[in-house]
């Protein structure tokens, strides 16, 4: 018997994550835009700056779709006084 995943047409299992609130951003933007400054400064070719942004297509799609799947939980303790 074979488990349906999410690009089968069935919803994947919701896993249980930290709250968001309780860590830092993890937007691959910031990556992106630090990335895209080095292969400037450093006179990187065409083909370079391609591959990072078909890698930068490939997280943001993670980012996504763990925002779909993943299920918020505060840490005990945090933030209580």
């Known amino acids: 018997m074979r488990r349906g995943g999410f690009f089968l047409g069935h919803p994947m299992k ?3 994550v930290i709250k968001s609130s309780s860590l830092p951003m993890r937007s691959p933007l910031a990556l992106a835009i630090l990335f895209w400054l080095l292969l400037d400064r450093l006179g ?3 083909w370079a700056f391609g591959v990072l942004w ?3 297509g490939l997280l943001v799609l993670i980012w996504l779709i763990s925002l779909k ?3 918020a939980q505060d840490v005990p303790g ?4």
């Open 54 to 56: 078909t890698l930068v």
């Open 78 to 81: 945090f933030g209580e006084k």
């Open 69 to 71: 799947t993943e299920s």
């Open 44 to 46: 990187a070719p065409g």
């Open 14 to 16: 919701r896993s249980t």
